[in-house]
């Protein structure tokens, strides 16, 4: 009878655990790269060099008859958009905007400032490179592929 009440008790320590180590890991990125090498595409959520900037949208929970059946993380994000168009008034703020505000109230002063300065040139780097001629191109690749990799690691 001992034995099973302390199995009992590690799966359900086991449980806890889980749950809270995922509550540490990193959101998912909404920016996925396409990157080409050696002739091949693969996609990737950290840059490389001459990669095209995608913007993706995760499913919400449809399935394949078309009901709607959110997880817990989906009801959340739902949840947290709803906050954000209600704060909106207040913050002046939409829910991106928001949102990424609220990820870097935890990083450094200096960090911060770092974020907003590349906030500013990554958008100026990527129409750069879109304009850019053939012997210019590789330098304001390189350039781009630096901001975006600082970006990154400074978790902006």
């Known amino acids: 009878m001992k034995l099973q009440n ?3 008790l ?9 749950s809270v180590f995922s509550q540490h890991l990193p959101a998912p990125s909404r920016t996925v790269f396409k990157c080409e090498k050696d002739g091949r595409v693969h996609y990737s959520d950290e840059p490389c060099a001459a990669a095209k900037r995608l913007q993706v949208e995760p499913t919400r929970g449809m399935t394949s008859t078309g009901n709607e059946r959110p997880g817990a993380d989906v009801r959340r994000e739902q949840f947290d958009e709803q906050m954000g168009d209600a704060l909106r008034p207040l913050t002046g703020k939409d829910h991106p905007q928001f949102e990424v ?14 974020c907003a300065a ?32 600082r970006f990154r690691e400074l978790k902006c």
Do not use: H, I, M
């Not at 109230?105 to 770092?114: D, H, K, N």
């Open 10 to 18: 590690f799966v359900a320590l086991a449980g806890l655990s889980g």
């Open 118 to 149: 590349l906030d500013f040139s990554l958008p100026q780097a990527e129409a750069s490179e879109r304009v850019a001629r053939d012997g210019e191109l590789a330098e304001v690749q390189a350039t781009l592929l630096k901001q975006r990799r």
């Open 101 to 114: 505000a609220r990820k870097r109230v935890y990083l450094r002063p200096a960090v911060q400032r770092e």
């Open 6 to 8: 302390l199995s009992c």
